[in-house]
Antibody
Framework: EVQLLESGGGLVQPGGSLRLSCAAS????????MSWVRQAPGKGLEWISA????????YFADSVKGRFTISRDNSKNTLYLQMNSLRAEDTAVYFC???????????WGQGTLVTVSS | DIQMTQSPSSLSASVGDRVTITCRAS??????LNWYQQTPGKAPKLLIY???SLHSGVPSRFTGSGSGTDFTLTISTMQPEDFATYYC?????????FGGGTKVEIK
C-alpha cells in the first residue's frame, strides 16, 4: 500500500524558516517524480514545486521561487521542502504527492499545516 | 501560465442526479487534463487522468471527456459519497495549474 506521511508543519513567524518532510513507503520512491501542493484555508489547490526521480530537475511556482527549495533522499525514501522567508500568505496545508504519470498525482499524503503568523 | 476555469463554482444535487462540471483551459492542452475529488479535511483523490481515463479503483459512474480547451466531468448517478469539491488540473506544462473548484452540495 502506498503511503505518504508529511511532517514538520507548525507555527512560524513571518520571515522564518521551516522544513517539511514526506516519508514514502509502499512503492519504488526512487523511480518517481514528486511534488508539493498546498491549500490555503478555505481555498483551492496550488502546485508549488516538483522534483524528478533522480533530483536532476526541480520546478517551482513563481509564488515560492527563490524562497523554497525541494530535495529528496532516495536512500531514506523521503522528500523535503525547505521554506525560507515565510510570509502570511504561505499559510496552508502542504501535501506531498507522487507523480503516477506525467504531472499527474495518483497518491497524496494527508497534509501538514503551516501557519505563518506573529 | 495556463489558466483553468471551472464552472459552476458550486451546485446542488440530489442522490441519483446526473451532474456535469466543465473546465476550460486558456490555451490548447490537448488531453493533458486531470480531475480530482476532495472532501473536507482530506487529501485530493485522482479520478480521471488524460481527460478520459479512469484512475484505478474509481467507480465507472465518473467519466471525463474533452480535448483542446474544453473538458467535462460527468457523474452519471450521484451517490452520497460523491458530495465533495472537484478540481480540474492541467498536466500540459509547468507551472501546473488547477481550476478554482466546484463544490457539489446536497440539495
Amino acid at each position: 500500500e502506498v503511503q505518504l506521511l508529511e511532517s514538520g508543519g507548525g507555527l512560524v513567524q513571518p520571515g522564518g524558516s521551516l522544513r517539511l518532510s514526506c516519508a514514502a513507503s509502499g512503492f519504488a520512491f526512487s523511480s518517481y517524480s514528486m511534488s508539493w501542493v498546498r491549500q490555503a484555508p478555505g481555498k483551492g489547490l496550488e502546485w508549488i514545486s516538483a522534483i524528478t526521480s533522480g533530483s536532476a530537475t526541480t520546478y517551482f511556482a513563481d509564488s515560492v521561487k527563490g524562497r523554497f527549495t525541494i530535495s529528496r533522499d532516495n536512500s531514506k525514501n523521503t522528500l523535503y521542502l525547505q521554506m525560507n522567508s515565510l510570509r502570511a500568505e504561505d499559510t496552508a496545508v502542504y501535501f506531498c504527492a507522487e507523480h503516477t504519470s506525467r504531472w499527474t498525482w495518483g497518491y497524496w499524503g494527508q497534509g501538514t499545516l503551516v501557519t505563518v503568523s506573529s | 501560465d495556463i489558466q483553468m476555469t471551472q464552472s459552476p463554482s458550486s451546485l446542488s444535487a440530489s442522490v441519483g442526479d446526473r451532474v456535469t462540471i466543465t473546465c476550460r483551459a486558456s490555451q490548447n492542452i490537448s488531453a493533458y487534463l486531470n480531475w480530482y475529488q476532495q472532501t473536507p479535511g482530506k487529501a485530493p483523490k485522482l479520478l480521471i487522468y488524460a481527460a478520459s481515463s479512469l484512475h484505478s479503483g474509481v467507480p465507472s459512474r465518473f467519466t471525463g471527456s474533452g480535448s483542446g480547451t474544453d473538458f467535462t466531468l460527468t457523474i452519471s448517478t450521484m451517490q452520497p459519497e460523491d458530495f465533495a469539491t472537484y478540481y480540474c488540473q492541467q498536466s500540459y506544462s509547468s507551472p501546473l495549474t488547477f481550476g478554482g473548484g466546484t463544490k457539489v452540495e446536497i440539495k
